[in-house]
């Protein structure tokens, strides 16, 4: 399933050496390499190795509803996702098995057949061929159409969130997101439902908008509105074994700006998601934010080395679905204020390190720990031939859990007392 590496080209990030700085304990480490950022041959060895080895998001799981087929885009590969008969979900690499046409080229209904629309053969919603014009009519050796199905994609759903990764060594999708399945329990996500979503380019790697998600160092200078609600001493770190970074903010509420908690928050919360954000990047491509009474998700879909496309969807809960235009329009204009700056700000690192290209420096411990669990997850997807030598980071030091929190959802009342 995998496209291979052609050639005899042999780059610096192959080597050990590039990842020196990221292989280092956290208190003596850098950034990544400038070229992490910037070269297209990293950005082409990237899309095979973490991309179409990865579960990669590639929606929101509602988009996924019985009878509507999606087309998505998972490295260099295009694959579509349906439902079956059964309401399970399928996926399929979107390249038909008569002389391998692209199949659908945008998201569209369907009923029970995907249809070729050179040929007309037709497959089942589970990929199994049906249909083949005139092949029963004109006799031919060697035609069993058990042998003709659509190439099989894993496909998954986990909260709000759709996944689909191309290689088959890599683990199970529970086994990828790990602990955070027990930390999200009580949101119920499955029943959230999206409410608005919107799509952005932004001239930037994809890594650098995840890396400035991770990080609240940048909070007091980017962000001086946030930084009133989202207060610097409330954030802990928000990390368990699995391939996510995080942090949480506990308490979140504020006293000069709450226009982000003017909605309901969800029925049946217990006392620490009431009044608490998670904010997870889920390893490679999501970014979620995880409020009392909404979630809001940034899908990263690398389009070049220094072209991203951010696609943004917020959620509600199921209590609060029926929030009015009028009720829930603060919540997104709330981020779409937040977004701007972090924007503007990601697009003149993907300009200074373009044109700069200076080694990089040291990350700060307190607050860039996420981006080297990041970037250590990224240098072993780089490095590593088989998914079976990719590690799955493990939780957080306890030795530091005191100051900074490493239980599974700290209460309120334990944050207070650091
Ligand atoms: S290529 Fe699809 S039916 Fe011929
Ligand atoms: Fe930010």
């Known amino acids: ?40 041959n990293f ?34 590969r295009s694959i579509l996702i349906t439902r079956n008969a059964n309401g399970e979900l399928r996926g399929f690499l979107n390249s038909c098995r008569h002389r391998g046409t692209e199949l659908y080229d945008s998201d569209c209904d369907v009923a029970s057949t995907l249809r070729c629309p050179y040929h007309r053969w037709g497959y089942t919603l589970d990929g199994a061929l049906k249909s083949a014009p005139h092949a029963d009519d004109i006799p031919r050796d060697a035609f069993d159409r058990a042998d003709f199905s659509l190439a099989s994609v894993r496909v998954e759903a986990w909260g709000v969130l759709l996944f689909a990764c191309l290689d088959e060594s890599t683990p199970p999708l529970r086994e990828w997101l790990g602990d955070l399945q027990t930390r999200m329990a009580g949101y119920e996500l499955d029943d959230w439902q999206p409410r608005h979503s919107q799509e952005l380019d932004i001239d930037a790697n994809w890594k650098l908008v995840s890396e400035n998600f991770q990080e609240y160092y940048h909070l007091t200078w980017v962000h001086p509105e946030l930084a009133k609600v989202s207060r610097v001493d409330d954030h802990y770190r928000y990390q368990g074994a699995g391939m996510y970074c995080g942090q949480t903010t506990t308490p979140v509420s504020g006293d000069e700006r709450d226009d982000w908690l003017s909605l309901p928050p969800a029925d049946g919360l217990d ?26 998700v940034m899908q990263l879909d690398p ?40 924007i503007d700000i990601v697009q003149r690192g993907q300009r200074g390190l373009t044109r700069g290209a200076v080694p990089a420096g040291p990350l700060i411990p307190r607050f860039e720990e996420p981006l080297h669990r990041f970037q250590g997850i990224l240098a072993d997807m780089m490095t590593k031939a088989t998914m079976s030598d990719v590690v799955i980071p493990g939780g957080d030091d306890s030795s530091e859990a005191a100051r ?15």
């Open 1 to 40: 399933m995998r496209i291979e590496a052609t050639g005899e080209f042999s780059p610096a990030w192959r080597d050990d050496a590039f990842w020196a700085g990221t292989r280092a304990p956290l208190r003596s480490s850098t950034g990544l390499n400038p070229a992490a950022y910037t070269d297209p």
């Open 303 to 342: 389009v070049s080395p220094g072209v991203t496309k951010e696609t943004c969807t917020w959620l509600l809960p199921k209590s609060g679905a029926d929030a009015s235009d009028e009720a829930f329009e603060p919540t997104r204009t709330f981020w779409l204020d937040v977004n701007n700056e972090d």
């Open 271 to 296: 006392e620490s998601d009431a009044v608490s954000g998670r904010f997870v990047a889920i390893f490679p491509n999501v970014l979620l934010s995880v409020l009392p009474n909404h979630v809001f």
């Open 404 to 418: 900074l929190g490493a239980g599974t959802n700290p209460s309120p009342a334990a944050v207070d007392s650091r």
């Open 43 to 76: 950005f082409d060895d990237e899309q095979m190795q973490v991309f179409e080895r990865a579960w990669v998001c590639v929606g929101i799981a509602a988009d996924a509803s019985p009878g509507r087929m999606l087309v998505r885009s998972v490295g260099r």
